[in-house]
């Protein structure tokens, strides 16, 4: 066995060096490099969208032309470091960010010389705005004061608009509009990137394995491709964005767990999918990073965590209410050469070049013509992250659908839910959930994070053992006891104590979960406590819809027209069930509410089953 395994990953080692060497600056294009033609070709411009997309476009440039549009100024940019207000800069600054970018696409798109003339006067004070950062991201103002030049998220997608913006209409802008383009994206994104490279300066993000490396990494290539930089030097730092681009994967289970979450998974895979597309259209096609079979599984995520197309779990900081990626995977399935009917997903969707320079021109949506998005199969599974999924057969009567969540609490984007679940009725209506995301303020990166009960373990569907939650950071990860999948029944057993190691009297924390596809089915979590001396225990739903007791044992969850029913066995020990509603900026439009069971009595060992089905009514 061993002696097999040790020729595996020889072999894996050797295909992906082979993989890596495609990567190599070998490949690495020379000289100018055209994302997008510039504004005089007109047979390009004029044919590059179907007329209703561009009418669109063009209509909200219409509207942009009229208003009056002026950036925010110091006090809102540094409200973020007097009381951690991050809206008000943000909103402002993305409204006149977004309008450049949506009249620079409408300057290439129509012949009306009044969208590049509007988009040249704002161009130039947004090159001399003193920070093209988010305030968030430049709490000391260094920036802002021109101490330092940093490049973060956004500060690298402004550069990236600006230099294709230069490329486009250096024909048209002013000679000193173009030298100003070029001193500033030098300076804030092009020498603050190879300092980086360097050592010369905090490499900062460089290295990360979230969403950050990969975003920067994404928005710093493009305004490589598009900028005056020298042809020697430019090919250098390419080489650097595809040497670093691998740090993202590494953040990334081997199993393909993006533990950010399906909304983070759009935005850090969907970056790589992008740096992947600009790279590939930039070599002709002989750079491709999905070629990389870290790639591969992390491209697979989106399908396995889903518990229907209409309904993906909100589990770390994800939003309720995303939807399966499709754009994401169209563009995935074109780099690694499958027909797929997510290329309908493939056009521009937001206006800005930056965009254009990924969509345009890939294959029309016409070209596919099965809307079929593939079988979705009875189970899901995670084993690194100890994620699993559990799903109705096709065409079978069963209406309850599961995902539940082993994990840690040292994640990214962490939220304290190891243990934690979704509950859906006919694949679309989660009545016990995981809440998702809160609007970000000052508290949700720092050291008081776990005060929001979004955050922390209170708004989880997990145990509260003495009154107290789950805790954070290393050394809190679950561990799976038992493992049991098939398509008629599922049962998974985790070991839970590790989240709650604060706690030194636990001998024992398990969970399990049961789930049987017989009939509507049944879906059954049971908590199981030991303790050393005797303590509190309780256990907890999490749900946005409505709740009744019917008898002592028995309540009706309620959500969007849809209701389960919850059985409740203590084992005969005494009990209690109460609520709270969760009052936190939640992103969601509705507060979630907690309803406890809470034994009576302290114990030394419990045990507390709930088991959900399909009322017989329904």
């Not at 129509?110 to 590049?116: D, H, M, P």
């Not at 009917?341 to 930056?354: E, N, Q, T």
């Not at 104590?497 to 001998?507: L, V």
Request: hydrophobic share 40%; with cysteine; proline share 4%.
């Amino acid at each position: 066995m061993m002696r097999f395994l040790t020729l595996f990953l020889t072999f894996f080692l050797f295909f992906f060096t082979i993989a890596e060497e495609r990567l190599t600056e070998k490949q690495i294009p020379h000289g100018e490099i055209e994302l997008l033609p510039v504004i005089g070709n007109r047979s390009f411009w004029e044919n590059c969208m179907s007329a209703a997309q561009r009418k669109f476009i063009l209509a909200q440039g219409e509207q942009a032309l009229k208003k009056k549009w002026t950036l925010p100024g110091e006090t809102l940019y540094s409200e973020y470091s007097r009381n951690g207000n991050r809206s008000n800069y943000e909103r402002a600054y993305g409204d006149y960010l977004r309008t450049v970018y949506l009249l620079a696409l409408c300057a290439c798109l129509s012949v009306e010389k009044a969208f590049a003339a509007k988009l040249e006067t704002l161009i130039v004070p947004l090159c001399e705005h003193p920070s093209w950062l988010l305030p968030a991201h430049d709490t000391a103002l260094k920036n802002w004061k021109k101490e330092v030049v940093t490049v973060d998220l956004v500060s690298s997608e402004v550069g990236w608009n600006l230099a294709l913006c230069r490329q486009i209409f250096r024909s048209v802008f002013a000679q000193e509009t173009i030298a100003l383009l070029d001193r500033e994206l030098e300076r804030r994104i092009v020498a603050p990137f190879e300092r980086m490279i360097e050592g010369k300066q905090s490499p900062y993000w460089l290295c990360a394995k979230n969403n950050w490396s990969i975003v920067c990494l994404t928005n710093v290539c493009g305004t490589l491709l598009a900028a005056d930089v020298a042809p020697k030097r430019r090919k250098k730092l390419l080489g650097e964005v595809i040497r670093h681009s691998i740090h993202y994967l590494e953040g990334i289970a081997p199993d393909g767990y993006c533990s950010e979450g399906i909304t983070y998974w759009g935005y850090g895979f969907g970056h790589y999918l992008i740096l992947s597309r600009i790279l590939h259209k930039a070599s002709a096609g002989n750079i491709n990073l999905m070629v990389r079979p870290q790639a591969v599984s992390a491209g697979a995520y989106p399908e396995k965590i889903r518990i229907s197309d209409s309904l993906i779990p909100a589990f770390s900081d994800s939003e309720l209410g995303s939807k399966l990626p499709r754009r994401w995977l169209g563009l995935r399935d074109y780099l690694m050469g499958r027909h797929s009917s997510y290329w309908k997903s493939l056009v521009v969707y937001k206006a800005s070049l930056s965009e254009a320079a990924v969509f345009l021109g890939l294959p029309h949506s016409d070209s596919v013509k099965s809307a079929d998005t593939g079988r979705i199969p009875a189970f899901s599974e995670f084993p690194d992250a100890g994620i699993f999924v559990l799903r109705p057969l096709p065409g079978a009567k069963t209406r309850l659908a599961a995902a539940v969540k082993g994990g840690s609490n040292n994640e990214f984007h962490n939220h304290n839910d190891v243990g934690s679940y979704v509950l859906a009725v006919d694949g679309s209506v989660p009545v016990a959930l995981d809440p998702g995301a809160e609007h970000y303020d000052g508290r949700s990166f720092s050291a008081r994070r776990y005060e929001s009960k979004l955050n922390n373990s209170f708004g989880h569907s997990v145990p509260r053992i003495n009154g107290q939650l789950q805790i954070a950071g290393k050394g809190t990860e679950s561990k799976v006891l038992k493992k049991h999948l098939s398509d008629t029944d599922a049962e998974i057993v985790f070991d839970i104590r590790k989240a709650y190691h604060q706690i030194s009297t636990i001998r024992k924390l398990e969970r399990t979960f049961r789930y049987s596809r017989a009939g509507s089915g049944t879906f059954e979590v049971a908590d199981s406590v030991s303790l050393s001396e005797p303590g509190t225990f309780e256990t907890a739903v999490i749900t946005f819809g409505t709740w009744k007791q019917t008898s002592q044992d028995k309540l009706i969850l309620t959500y969007r027209g849809k209701k389960v029913e919850v059985t409740v066995d203590t084992g005969g020990k005494p009990f209690r069930v109460s609520s709270e509603e969760i009052r936190e900026k939640i992103r969601w439009k509705e507060n979630p509410h907690r309803i406890a069971v809470t034994l009576s009595e302290p114990v030394l060992d419990a045990r507390i089953r709930l088991t959900y089905r399909i009322p017989e009514e329904q």
